[in-house]
């Protein structure tokens, strides 16, 4: 199956800080999306990327397809921020259904 | 809120017991989804339907029961669970392949 490994694991910041996560995935995929998991466990997706570059506020996304990899940029980080990030990479089944196959998370603490 | 509401929020049942969770939403999505989280795991997908046929069972236990009776109710009926299926269990709905919106979850504990 799919591998999908993200880094770094875990990331301290300092509010107002800009940071990048990455994710790597081993195959070709149709989808890519980024979440956030807020500490009370509420997963929000943040972006549907598959490829290109998107942007959200604070938060923009890049992803290369051919090389692989999507890239999440956080700037002028606040505390509310704080949580995991997920890349999960998309899966069709008949048009329909979209299984994800999710990678272990960044673990962001952004420090006041 | 998200639009898509789970119930109940936290559930504590013992191993011999019978319960069930519940998901609900009304964002005229057509793919429902069952996922479990374990600490230190990635989210593993359980169960996924579409216009109300399961499409996969990722080699789920049959403790784990999935209904589906409408596109916007999804049920897992829990029996005779241990003590390591204590997880936060995560309900999704997607329209084809964006809006992928996630549950608030319920955080399962067996005991």
Sequence with gaps: ?112 | ETGVTQTPRHLVMGMTNKKSLKCEQHLGHNAMYWYKQSAKKPLELMFVYSLEERVENNSVPSRFSPECPNSSHLFLHLHTLQPEDSALYLCASSLNRVGYTFGSGTRLTVV
């Design chain 1, 1 to 112: 199956g799919i591998q999908v490994e993200q880094s770094p694991p875990d990331l301290i910041l300092q509010e107002g800080a800009n940071s990048t996560l990455r994710c790597n995935f081993s195959d070709s995929v149709n989808n890519l999306q980024w979440f956030h998991q807020n500490p009370w466990g509420q997963l929000i997706n943040l972006f549907y990327i598959p490829s290109g570059t998107k942007q959200n506020g604070r938060l923009s996304a890049t992803t290369v397809a051919t090389e692989r990899y999507s890239l999440l940029y956080i700037s002028s980080s606040q505390t509310t921020d704080s949580g995991v990030y997920f890349c999960a990479v998309g899966k069709e089944y008949g048009g329909a259904t979209n299984k994800l196959i999710f990678g272990t998370g960044t673990l962001l603490a952004v420090q006041p």
